[in-house]
């Protein structure tokens, strides 16, 4: 789900990119790269790190999982998909 900031500034990206490339408005032109700028920050994962004392004789295992695919990898499979089975290549 969307918060209201990331709508907000999306809006303002996608304005300021149009208005400011193809218009050449410069006040919306960095309007849009601050408003990229900021969903660039505030969607950055930041780094998971645990602390934990172990006792003698205890052991560490580090796991990792693969992320789930992604909505672009999943319409791809699915057209992919589509085209087998109807025939055409």
Not at 31 to 43: Q, S, Y
Not at 49 to 77: D, F, K, M, W
Request: aromatic residues 4%; hydrophobic residues 45%.
């Amino acid at each position: 789900m969307l918060t209201l900031l990331d709508r907000v500034a999306r809006r303002v990206m996608r304005r300021g990119l149009r208005q400011g490339l193809l218009e050449g408005s410069s006040l919306w032109l960095v309007a849009g790269m601050l408003a990229w700028l900021f969903r660039l920050l505030t969607t950055a994962e930041s780094p998971k790190v645990v602390r934990e004392e172990i006792a003698l004789g205890e052991s560490i295992v580090v796991t990792h999982c693969a992320a789930p695919p992604t909505r672009r990898a999943l319409r791809h499979a699915a057209r992919e998909g589509a085209r087998g089975s109807d025939g055409a290549a």
